[in-house]
Nanobody
């Protein structure tokens, strides 16, 4: 599975962005997808994950109620809708895939996209 993250950019605090994670491979629907983020000088942190069928989603407390993860298996794409963005959301956002069910631990993922930069200005 190859992943391509996109949709990052510069936005003011309180604004919204939608990230996309496009996957290649006909078995994408068998994979859970997670979003992680890494700010400069910090570790890679869990943001959200979604199960292979989309029935199960989990969010980090820091984004709960503001971010929504979803997927369209017909389009081999997972989305991260980010609303009410804050300056502390500034980071490079990565999507990652693993079989079946998601995890909040990055080491559990087998495939990673290249990352997309989100910058939130105050």
């Amino acid at each position: 599975v190859q992943l391509q993250a996109s949709g990052g950019g510069l936005v003011q605090a309180g604004g919204s962005l939608r990230l996309s994670c496009a996957a290649s491979g006909r078995t994408f629907s068998s994979y859970a997808v997670g979003w992680f983020r890494q700010a400069p000088g910090k570790e890679r942190d869990f943001v959200a994950h979604i199960s292979w069928g989309g029935a199960s989603t989990v969010y980090a407390d820091s984004v709960k109620g503001r971010f929504t993860i979803s997927r369209d298996n017909a389009k081999n794409t997972v989305y991260l809708q980010m609303n009410s963005l804050k300056p502390e959301d500034t980071a490079v956002y990565y999507c990652a895939a693993k079989m079946e069910y998601g995890s909040s631990w990055p080491n559990n993922y087998d495939y990673w996209g290249q990352g997309t930069l989100v910058t939130v200005s105050s």
